[in-house]
Every structure is written in C-alpha cells, then in structure tokens.
C-alpha cells in the first residue's frame, strides 16, 4: 500500500478518531540502499466530512508544529496533504521486544520504580516547556500511551485534545480516555484544564508504580505524588508541571544524583540540536506547514521569535507569504527584498513563489496591471513543474480585472494538460460562471471536486451558481452542508446557508445557525448577514432575472464573494504570437532567437527557429521560445499538433541567418530576417547533430524506429447512438480495429479520456486502434494516422468528442489481456487459497466482486462477502461489496444497511451514495433519496448518477 508517491506503508496504527501510518520514504532515484522511515497521522476516513474531527486535527497539528524542538515532545517535522487529507509528519517510532510506548513497558509488570520516576520527569520537564511555550497549553489526552519510546527515553504525543487561549480556539469538548480522566470533567460541559493534566499525569504515574514493593523508600515517595496528582479536589493537586518537574527533581538528586545529570544533558542537548544553523532548514518546513494548515498569524508569532540575523531567504518567503495571508501585502512586500535580492540562494519553486507572492501583493493592493506583467514575464521562463502556480493565479488576476474571456482562455488548455489538477478545474469553473457559461461552470466545478473533495470554497461557489442561475436551491443548500463539514466557513457560506435554510423551511438548521451568530458575532455583524441572507431569499423566491455576470456577485451581499483560488504553495511573457495568420509579414524585422510556426491544412503546424548554433545559449532560447509559444492561449486553441517530421539546420543564402527546421526538405521558406524566398537543405555539418537531437527530445518527437510495434489508440464519443454507429462506421472504414471493452487497453484509454473530461460514461463510447507504421510523431500530439481520421469524424459529425494517445512498444503487452481472463485467473488463485483456509480478507472482497460481476453466482458471492467482513469490518471495500451483491440480486431494501456502514467508514465514495438513492427509491423512501443523491452532488458537483444500475 502506498501514501502518495513517496511513502511506502509498512504498519497501520488505529485508535479512536486517528490512524498512524508507519511508513518507508521512496524518493525519486530509485537508491537501492536502506530507506528511511517515518510516520504520518491523520484523521481516519470515515472523519472526511467531519467538521469538528478536521477542526481538532488542524489544532492538535498547529500546538505540535509549536512545540517541536522541546526536550521530550516528540517532534512534529511538518504537513503533508495526501489525497486531499493532511498528515502530520512524525519521526518513525519502532516497536523494539514488543515496545513502543510507555504503555506497553508498564504492562510487562517488571518496571522499576526508579525507571518510573525517571520517565515520569521527562515527561514532566516536557509538558513543563510546553505550556511555557504555549500559554495555557492543555494535552487533554496524556497517558502511557501517548508517550513514545525511543532510544530509552520517552517523548510525549498525540496532541489531539490540546487546546491553548494563545490560539484563540476553543475547545470541541472531546472526551480523553476514561481511566485518566479526571472526576471534575464528568460535570456537562466541562473541558480539560491544566489540572485534569496533573490528574493524567497521577494516573499515568501510579500505573508506572505498579510493582513497587512494600516499605520500599523510593516507591513509596513515587505512590505519594501520583496521590496528591489524583486528588478529588483540583486545588488540592500540584499547581502544574513545574512544581511536579521541581519536586521529581528532589527525589532523583537524593537518589539517582547521576541519573538526573544524564536526563538534564538530555534535555539541553535536544534542545541545542533545534537551535543549530543546521536547523534553518526545519523552521522552513515548520513555517510552511503553519502557512499550508491557514495558521498565519501562529507562524508570524513564531518568526517573529527567531533573530532577523538567522533568517535565510527561504525564511524570508515565508515570512512574506504569511503576512500575505494576513492581509498584510505591504509588509510582505518588504519581507520580500530579502528573499528576492537574494534569489539564486532559494530553491527552483521558492524563486517562482517569491515572484508570485509579489504579485499576488501587488493584486491584493489593487495595482492588477503590475501583477498581470509580472504573471505573464514568468509565463514563459518557468519550467513545466512550477507552471501551475503562475497560470492559476495568472487566472485570479483576469478574474479580479472582470476579464472572464481570458481567464478561460488560459485555463482551458492549461486542464487539458493537467486535468488532475483540482485548483485548475475550479477556477475554471470561476471562470466560466463569470462569462455567464453556467453548464460548462457546474461541469468544472464538480470536476475540481471529484479531484479534491475537501475543497470547501469551491462548494460555495457551486451553491452560487445553484441559487444565483441555476434556482437548483436544495443542491445548493448539500453543496453548502458539505463546505462545513469539510471544514470552511465564511461570511459568504453563511449568509447563504441562511439563505437557503429560509428558502427550505429548515427550522433546525436555522436555530443552529442562530446560535452560532448570537455566539460567535458582534450584534451588528450578525444582524447585517441575517438581513442580507433574507433579502437573498427574498430576490431568488422571487426568480429575478440577475444572469448579468458582471453584477451578479455584488447583489449577493455588501462585500466580494471569495475570489478565484491563489496558488501560493506548490505549484519577464511578451505579448503573445500572432498565431491566427501563418507566416504573417512585419514591417519590424525581428531580431533572433525567434520561432516562427507554419499551420497546415491537415491540422499540423512546423517548427522555423532562428538563432545561431554556435551560441552557447542556444538551447536555453530554445527551451524559451517553445515554451512561450506553447503556453499562449491563441496557439493552444487552434488545436494543432505538432508535425513528426525530423529536425534540421538550414541557412539562409542571403543574410546568412542559421534556422532550425522540420519543414519538409526542399519546401521553400521566407527568411524572417531578410524576406529572402529560399529551398531548404540540411546543412552538411555532423557538429550539428548533437544539437538538432535535443531539440528533438525538447519538442517530444519520438523517432519513427522508437515508434514501431506500438498502438495508436482514439476513444469516440458521439452525441447519440446513431451519431455513435456512424464514428464507428468511419473508423472501421480508415482501417482501423474496435478494442473490446473489457480489454485492458481499453480500460486504460478509457480512464484517460475521464481524467481529461472528454468522455461522460453515461453515453456510448467506443475505442479504436491502429498499429504504429514506423513514422515519427510528437509525443504530446495526435499522430499524422490518426489526425486523418479525426478530421474526418469532426467533418461528419460536428462535436463530437475525441482522444488519442499512444501505447510504446513496451507496454503494449501488459495492456493485450482482458479484465475477463485476470478475473478468472484471481478467482482459481484465490479459491485455492480458500481451500488452504489461509484467503485474506481483501482476496475475499475480490473473489465476491468477481462473481457479482459475472452474476451467475449472487448466493456464493454474498457467503464469501459474509466471510471477508467477519475477519475485517473495518473495511469500507467490504460493506460496499456486500451492498453492491445485493443491488446485483434486486434485494434493494438488504442492501441499505451495508451501503450505509460502507458510508459511515468512507463517505467520500460517490457511487455508494448513488447505489443508497437507488435502494432508497426502489423501496419507497423517496426522502431518502432525494437526500443520497444531494449527497452525491454536494460531492462532485454533479446531479446525475455516474452509472445507469439497470
């Protein structure tokens, strides 16, 4: 099992609301020496939409970023998000004879009491830093085991119920293990205090002390103070950890005076180890997962900790950034001389980012035209992995200037290209909704969260569209729902929740939102969203036509609704070619390097670069020039490909100015420089042929010998069935052959096309191949073979959809067999397992999909789906194929309750919701699924089901 695409799970640790994923780090080099380990937390899955649960996540990752570096706190090293759910990023810590927490050592029986008293003041020196650290830090959770092992000293954990005033949250009120809590907390309402820590701690301790003998000196002392910590009255028990730490102290130096010695040298050495040079590099990452996690104003404090004579540029950007997030764009902007004078010292994407984040200055301060320049200069120059961040928020800024048309018209190629990227998809559909193109924005939208669920903005941008446009309002209202259990909120999602609620008559939901205002909100603030909410109401009850783009947004409520989403965390353009006329003549003479681009009939285009070889920079302007023309949007919606065709040198006879080409030798080419009509010839230079190579693998041609023995493939998509039959009929007439369905080729190109949104499942499709014939063809562009094709379905039947790819020799094998023949090979494998008695549960849940699929054997199918949930129902993969069984079998009332358990562990999973409203309606529940499917919908965006079930 993988975690992304550099952790590797080698253990899986559940408990409560967490999990603790040990993993394997796998970099990019493939090193096959030992790989290092660590470990990553998060919420578990079924938790995805739960609002306090990311709440408490999000606080227990912020006080943990915080206190790393403190002596016995064990170090949270920063936040990775991971399919749209962050992780905290923990040193790994490895179970050694069985132990890896306190608890485990404690159960054994055989601790000695001197041990105990030991572990017990390191963690009572730690907890003591903390809440120095972090004014009136509470743990809420302290016990054994949350305080790991390692390297014979303890370090405490889990800081999930941890709540501090210097955060300005306030507590969930989540319950801490019953066995340390105190008798205090058990009154309604009461929340952890310092002294229900004291409390832990007593209980923890006595724990510790459970083999001390009778009369013995020192346990006795131990069995004392654990006492007086678990004493009934909290003013009774020590005032905090300095007097626990203080008074520990006294007892080691009376009897272990050596012991104490060695635990304080622990304690500044660890501390030195966060403060050395060395360790810049960690305040980066503390910084920036501070900045990914919203906590702004937490890392603003913490920098403002550090000497300005520590910071390093990489500092400095963040620095900037966080004072950008504050609202603060003129103090960033001066915290980015630093970062910026000193550019070469920052990495690749942090010198993009500092660009972007000076832009993004500039935008918030008004000054559009300056940061539009700015995004545009570095459209060019960055290489493909940092482009995201530049053409996004490029994006926002068309948004903020009201310039809809070209926000698609950069977006538009830019999802083509990159369709997995959620903050593409969604600003797109900002995008588009702006220009008043409201089909294509609902489209986006949900494609920006079928990509990334959790993105809370984006559901309140599809509740806008929903109320504003569409009057769809009880999509709007699960859209809105489901922004706050994936954790946002804001003015806007407010005043239309309310909206909403009004138009609903959902009086629950009301009388919550009124207590949230009366609680949460200054008097006046709350009373001017409750009038705004209702005058909403009022104007969409009563269907007036507000369709105008520019005005829409500003009617809503007194302040702009959330802009286009900047890309701040990862993730000089000239004005772009003219590409509508080929060869267009100037009376400027352009000055080299310079491409120029020749379009074709057949709807391919050739490359004339002119700049001299001999230059050492030739590459570089290359590279340049190639990208600024691939990423104006005037080329990218022309829709040509690049022609196969090998590169040469040729020169003119005239001026004398070296070209490179891929025109046909002897097509006749205008010199740009001097206008000279000439019939081009590759020069007679080997020296050259290194240089025409990489330019080869720059514009991705492959060569015609690398090509042959692999498959073109194109997937169609018709607007009907009889448009459908017609594509067929063209492709079968051009020579081309039908791959099956269930063929694995098939599945692929298939999943392809879904990823790029050219095919919706709901309609037919077919895919069609043709062998590669050894001709050369661009890697990114639709093979000459294929584009003939093409051009001649676009001609036949108008719109219809399309996509090619290529499958290498290479892989053309692993791609031949079919879902069929696998099936039955895992079903043989697996029954034989069976018999063994020695099946898994996953390879159960895969023997009963495969004969629900094939549906022959429905009865056989549920017995084994039986079988694999009684040895894991934790598994949300069991229940849905339980569920799915007997959908396939028309039991539809059966089928709720294991869809629903299927839910309950992961309700992220669309097509489970999807199966519920079928079951739900099929039995007579038609509430129910009215609610399934609104469910559905506030997920992807989508109102209709993914899949026909009948």
Request: with cysteine.
């Amino acid at each position: 099992m993988m975690l992304g695409k550099h952790y590797e799970v080698i253990e899986v640790l559940s408990g409560g609301m967490g999990e603790v994923f040990i993993c394997e780090f796998i970099g990019d080099d493939d090193d096959p020496g030992p790989r290092a380990r660590a470990a990553l937390k998060t919420f578990q899955q079924r938790f995805f939409f739960d609002n306090a649960v990311r709440n408490a996540f999000v606080r227990e990752a912020s006080v943990w970023l915080r206190l790393t570096g403190l002596p016995f706190i064990l170090p949270a090293l920063g936040i990775e998000q991971i399919d749209h759910r962050p992780f905290i990023l923990m040193p790994a810590v490895e179970s050694r004879n069985g132990v890896r927490t306190l608890a485990d050592l404690a159960a054994r029986g055989d601790l000695p009491p001197l041990d105990a008293l030991h572990f017990a003041f390191q963690i009572a020196l730690g907890m003591q830093q903390a809440a120095e650290r972090v004014r009136d830090l509470v743990h809420g959770d302290l016990k054994p085991a949350n305080v790991l092992m390692m390297g014979g000293k303890v370090f405490v954990s889990d800081f999930g119920l941890a709540t501090a005033t210097a955060l300005g949250r306030a507590d969930t009120r989540l319950i801490g293990t019953p066995a340390y809590r105190a008798p205090e907390l058990a009154a309604e309402g009461a929340a952890p205090t310092a002294a229900s820590d004291v409390y832990a701690f007593g209980a923890s301790l006595a724990e510790m002390m459970a083999n001390v003998l009778p009369g013995e000196t020192l346990g006795a002392a131990g069995l004392e103070l654990a006492r007086r910590c678990m004493d009934a009255d909290p003013l009774k028990r020590p005032s905090g950890f300095a007097e626990i730490a203080q008074h520990l102290s006294g007892l080691l130096h009376e009897h272990d005076p050596a012991g104490l010695i060695m635990r304080m040298a622990d304690a500044i050495q660890y501390r030195e180890l966060f403060h050395q040079p060395e360790s810049a590099s960690l305040h980066v990452e503390r910084m920036g997962s501070l900045i990914e996690l919203g906590e702004s104003r937490q890392a603003i404090e913490e920098l403002d900790a550090i000497p300005r004579e520590q910071y390093t540029p990489e500092l400095w950007l963040r620095r900037a950034m966080a004072l950008s997030l504050e609202n603060r764009p003129e103090d960033a902007i001066e915290a980015l001389g630093p970062a910026l004078e000193n550019e070469a010292q920052l990495e690749p994407q942090s010198r993009v980012l500092a660009q972007s984040e000076y832009a993004l200055c500039l935008k918030r301060l008004g000054r559009l035209d300056e940061a539009e320049r700015i995004y545009r200069d570095l459209l060019p120059e960055v290489d493909d992995e940092h482009l995201s961040i530049v053409v996004i928020n490029l994006a926002t800024v068309y948004l903020q200037q009201r310039k809809a048309e070209e926000a698609v018209r950069l977006l538009e190629p830019f999802t083509r290209k990159k369709p997995t990227f959620a903050q593409g998809w969604a600003n797109l559909g900002r995008a588009y909704m702006d220009a008043g193109r409201y089909e294509d924005a609902e489209n986006a939208l949900g494609r920006a969260l079928q990509r990334d669920p959790s993105a809370g903005v984006v559901r309140v941008w599809l509740a806008e569209l929903y109320m504003e446009h569409l009057r769809r309002v009880p999509e709007a209202f699960a859209a809105l729902d489901a922004a706050f259990d994936a954790g946002y909120e804001s003015r806007e999602w407010l005043v239309r929740f309310l909206a909403c609620s009004l138009l609903l008559e959902r009086k629950d939901t009301l009388a919550n939102l009124k207590h949230a205002l009366d609680n949460n909100f200054e008097k006046e603030l709350a009373d001017s969203m409750v009038r705004d909410a209702i005058e909403m109401a009022k104007r969409i009850a009563g269907g007036g036509d507000d369709d105008d783009p520019a005005t829409a947004a500003s009617e809503v409520v007194p302040e702009r609704p959330p802009e286009p989403e900047d890309y701040t965390m990862a993730e000089p353009v000239s004005e772009p070619l003219p590409a509508s006329e080929p060869n267009a003549r100037s009376d400027r003479r352009p000055s080299t390097p310079f491409i120029n681009f020749r379009y074709y009939l057949t709807g391919d285009f050739t490359i004339d670069f002119y700049e001299d070889p001999h230059n050492p920079n030739f590459l570089d302007a290359f590279k340049r020039e190639w990208r600024r023309a691939l990423r104006d949007p005037g080329m990218q919606l022309q829709g040509a490909s690049l022609r196969g065709s090998p590169f040469y040198f040729t020169r003119c006879p005239v001026c004398g100015v070296y070209a490179i080409t891929n025109r046909e030798i002897g097509y006749k080419l205008d010199c740009r420089m001097c206008d000279t009509r000439w019939f081009t010839s590759a020069l007679d230079d080997p020296s050259l042929s290194e240089l025409t190579q990489h330019v080869t693998e720059l514009t991705g041609i492959v060569d015609a010998e690398k090509s042959l023995g692999g498959i073109h493939a194109l997937l169609l998509q018709a607007k009907g069935a009889e448009e459908q039959a017609r594509a067929d009929e063209i492709c079968r007439e051009a020579g081309m052959t039908q791959s099956p369905p269930d063929q694995y080729l098939t599945i692929a190109v298939l999943r392809q096309a879904v990823d790029h949104g050219v095919c919706d499942l709901r309609l037919p499709w077919s895919v069609w191949t043709m062998t590669a014939e050894g001709r050369s063809w661009a890697r990114d562009a639709t093979p000459p073979d294929v584009g003939r094709v093409v051009r001649t379905l676009q001609e036949a039947l108008p719109g219809i959809r399309s996509l090619s790819t290529t499958i290498p020799a290479e892989s053309v094998e692993a791609l031949s067999g079919n879902v069929a023949e696998a099936s039955a090979r895992d079903e043989q494998q697996i029954r034989e397992k069976l018999r063994r008695n020695d099946a898994s549960a996953e390879e159960m849940r895969r023997l009963a999909s495969i004969l629900a699929q094939r549906g022959d054997q429905l009865g056989e199918a549920e017995t084994i789906a039986r079988a694999a949930l009684a040895a894991d129902d934790t598994s949300a993969d069991g229940w849905q194929v339980l569920g799915w069984i007997f959908v396939r079998a028309g039991k539809f009332g059966a089928a709720r309750a294991p869809l629903e358990r299927a839910l309950a562990l992961d309700p992220t999973r669309v097509l489970n919701w999807r199966m519920l409203a079928v079951c739900c309606e099929k039995t007579g529940d038609l509430q129910g699924a009215a609610e399934a499917n609104l469910r559905a919908t506030a997920i992807t965006g989508d109102s209709q089901p993914l899949f026909p079930f009948e």
